[in-house]
């Protein structure tokens, strides 16, 4: 029963990535790019981690110089990369396909997992894999948009990247848990080395205007957008590769979003789901509940 507490971690986090839609809208339009609203985020979530750190324990904030080798793997070529991979990818392709190749994830994850962890590649897994890629395909809503898909060689790439860069950072977050870092730890630094590479990439005026023009409200909004978009989804899913298999949190990371982004779009942008996009939910769904039952020998 335990076991399955943990899964919900990634679930939950994968759900908490999907709202990512509804804060970048407003930045968007704004005419912010995206380094500065990756760095809106990093920041503010940065923030506060440490002050929460440093209220709650400062042992949280020490670190050994001869790991700081595992957060920049965390942090540069983890949350960095495939940020900045798949913002790439949706420029150059249209977002329903840049989400598909993101989804493709867990088969990276499961790869190196088997080569760094020794996690075993099972049939159960692999299946899983593709009912959960066969879902968040339908979802994403590309096959109600095929008339309208951009393509791209670059834009295929990049997508692919942010997938690979995603199971790097389920890597090297792992390994880091394996020294015995504290997820609290392994977060903060990880922001911390992407803030490094993005703070002189970040238009601070557009920022700073963006603040000024509704102090109280803006400020809230960014604070949420750290939270929810950062703090939390990072927070839990790092959580769970403590007790959880690596390609079963990236499976149900990956198959949390569109469900999440799908119920977003409604809510929030009107944006009513086709019959195809809740079939694909639905065999979403169907995957999570497969890796929800009790006899589970495969992991």
């Known amino acids: 029963m335990r076991h399955r507490l943990f899964l919900v971690l990634p679930l939950l986090s994968g759900a908490l990535f999907g709202s990512v839609g509804v804060f ?9 790019d995206n380094s500065t609203i990756l760095t809106s985020r990093i920041f503010a979530a940065a923030f506060i981690l440490l002050v929460g750190l440093w209220i709650y324990d400062k042992t949280l904030l020490k670190i ?3 790991d700081l080798w595992l957060f920049v793997g965390t942090g540069i070529l983890g949350m960095l990369a495939l940020n900045l991979c798949y913002n790439e990818s949706i420029h150059r392709v249209t977002l ?22 020794k996690e075993k590649i099972t049939l159960y897994k692999t299946g899983l894999i ?8 339908l979802a994403s809503g590309i096959l109600d948009d095929l008339g309208q ?9 990049f997508g692919l990247g942010s997938a690979f860069f995603y199971a790097l950072y389920s890597i090297f977050s792992k390994k880091a848990m394996e020294r015995e870092y504290n997820v609290y730890t392994v977060i903060f630094y990880s922001l911390l080395m992407a803030l490094i590479i993005l703070l002189p990439l970040t238009d601070w005026a557009k920022l700073a205007s963006f603040v000024t023009v509704a102090p109280a409200e803006n400020s809230v909004f960014l604070l949420l957008h750290a939270l929810c978009t950062s703090v939390l989804p990072y927070l839990l899913y790092t959580a769970a590769l403590n007790r959880v298999d690596t390609s079963i949190a990236a499976i149900l990371a990956s198959s949390g979003e569109p469900a999440a982004a799908l ?4 809510v929030f942008f009107s944006e ?13 769904i169907v995957a999570i ?11």
């Not at 593709?130 to 395909?137: E, I, K, Q, R, V």
């Not at 509940?289 to 992991?299: D, K, T």
């Open 96 to 117: 329903s396909f840049a989400a598909v190749l993101l989804s493709m994830a867990p088969i990276f994850v499961m790869i190196l997992a088997a080569i760094f962890f």
């Open 130 to 137: 593709f009912l959960a890629l066969l879902g968040c395909f």
């Open 289 to 299: 509940a497969l890796i929800f039952r009790p006899s589970r020998r495969h992991a």
């Open 263 to 266: 119920l977003f779009g409604a």
């Open 24 to 32: 970048v809208r407003k930045l968007y339009e704004f005419g912010m």
């Open 64 to 66: 050994r110089w001869r």
């Open 272 to 284: 009513m789901p086709t019959v195809i996009t809740a079939g694909g939910v639905l065999i979403v």
């Open 149 to 157: 898909i951009r393509w791209s060689s670059s834009g295929v790439l």
